[in-house]
């Protein structure tokens, strides 16, 4: 029962408001209770009641001030122990801490840990404003921010702040309002989030580069699918001319080949692919000609040539063969594109005109030569017999006009057979 009453006093003892109760507790006790016990004192004692009512009202006084006493100095040292473990909390705080008047922004209190981090000494610390640390360009952010916190507890964000060797950082604020040293405070407490704030702007740039190369990936699959498209009816429209063409990477290597080429040649897509046109040449190429054609691709020109190509099954044909150079963005040669005309037939004719007027001129040397001696000795021996004494006469100029005539005869068969031998009402074989 002592030790209950005992708890229920200590716990009274833990509020001052709960000691001045007791303490009209104790005196509503004694005026109940001192009556009764002066009755039971005066017989024990054989004293007088006026004698024993006075010191029994000193004993109350003297009881009631020794519990007052005792509850006072209890509550004394909780509230030292209180002050002391709110130091030790503010002073020891990981974080670095600090107090400052909200009306004149001065710092009034620092923790160690912001003396550490900041590098300036308590009292440098105190001799400065919370603008002294901030930096210009947030300094009327921190005004703002002080004049708006209508709440205790306030997420006031981020600030760049100074540290004594000139160096900013980002610091999240949280701040706490309270009455301090009879003013109106505020206790600040800082993290340095210079780390996470640098990686969220390195994430927020990749972010936004993420998606800008998005967007440009969107717009160039688009753009690769129209060209796609393009290149696909290009191709599909190239498969379908009747002229031969073939692409070739940089190195002469044949890429692609239209169906044209591959009825003309007779080779397979896949016989084609991987190899350079050298193979259809024959076995006699024109290197001369081959030496202008690599000449021209050196220089990266626009080349014609005339070229004699064979089939598969060795036939051979002519060709007119365009070559043009294909370049990138970059102004490099990716590709080279060959379109090929077949011209067997001009160049039979031409071959044909070529030998016709190497008979013809040799038929006019003739005529001017060979056929003219004997007709001009005819003529003469006619113009001789005109002259003719005797019938002799006349039978020597007969005799030499039928030499004549028999010469004259056979220039005109040899000229027969050279231009029957020449075939030229027909084509010639290549």
């Known amino acids: 029962m002592t030790g209950g009453v005992f ?15 007791l303490y009209i507790v104790m005196t509503l006790l004694w005026v109940l209770g001192a009556p009764i016990l002066v009755n039971l004192l005066v017989p024990l004692l054989h004293i007088e009641r006026e004698v024993v009512k006075p010191i029994v009202d000193c004993c109350f006084i003297l009881l009631t001030a020794i519990l007052i006493f005792l509850a006072i100095r209890r509550q004394l040292s909780l509230h030292i122990k209180s002050k002391n473990q709110y130091k030790l ?22 923790n160690r840990t912001a003396l550490h981090i900041y590098g300036y000494s308590a009292e440098e610390f105190k001799g400065m404003s919370m603008l002294d640390i901030t930096s ?44 301090f040293q009879n003013r109106d405070c505020v206790m600040v407490m ?25 967007e440009e990936l969107e717009a160039n699959i688009k753009q690769l699918t129209a060209t796609l498209e393009e290149k696909q009816r290009l191709a599909e429209v190239i498969d379908r001319i009747y002229n031969m063409v073939f692409i070739t990477d940089p190195a002469g290597v044949i890429t692609w080949v239209n169906k ?61 063969m365009t070559i043009s150079p294909i370049y990138n963005c970059e102004n490099e040669v990716v590709r080279y594109i060959s379109v090929q005309n077949i011209i067997t037939e001009r160049k039979l004719r031409d071959l044909q005109i070529q030998e016709q007027n190497k008979v013809l001129k040799k038929l006019a040397w003739t005529n001017s030569h060979t056929v003219r001696k004997p007709i001009a ?14 019938i ?39």
């Not at 009327?140 to 306030?154: A, E, F, L």
């Not at 006349?394 to 075939?423: A, W």
């Open 392 to 430: 002799e006469e006349m039978r020597e100029i007969h005799s030499f006009i039928g030499v004549c005539s028999r010469e004259l005869d056979n220039i005109t068969k040899e000229v027969s057979q050279e231009i029957n031998n020449r075939n030229l009402d027909g084509f010639m074989e290549v």
């Open 190 to 214: 800082s993290e340095d989030v210079t780390i996470q704030h640098l990686q969220d702007n390195a994430l927020q740039l990749l972010c936004e580069a993420e998606k800008e190369y998005k």
């Open 7 to 21: 708890k229920y006093i200590n716990l009274l003892q833990s509020r001052p408001i709960k000691v001045v109760f």
């Open 89 to 110: 909390l503010f002073q020891s705080n990981p974080m670095p801490m600090w107090i400052f008047d909200r009306k004149t922004l001065k710092i009034l209190q620092v």
């Open 377 to 390: 000795s005819i003529l003469s021996l006619v113009e001789l017999g005109e002259y003719a004494m005797s």
């Open 136 to 179: 210009t360009d947030d300094h009327d952010r921190t005004i703002q921010q002080v004049k708006n916190m209508y709440y205790n507890y306030n997420p006031s964000g981020k600030f760049e702040h100074i540290k004594k060797n000139g160096e900013l950082f980002t610091a999240k604020i949280t701040a706490h309002k309270l009455h």
């Open 260 to 320: 044209a080429f591959i009825n003309t040649t007779g080779y397979s897509f896949e016989e084609l692919i991987g190899k350079t046109n050298d193979f259809l040449h024959g076995p006699s190429p024109d290197y001369a000609m081959q030496e202008k054609m690599m000449e021209s691709v050196k220089n990266k020109e626009f080349s014609v040539f005339e070229v004699i190509n064979y089939t598969k099954s060795g036939q051979k044909y002519w060709v007119e």
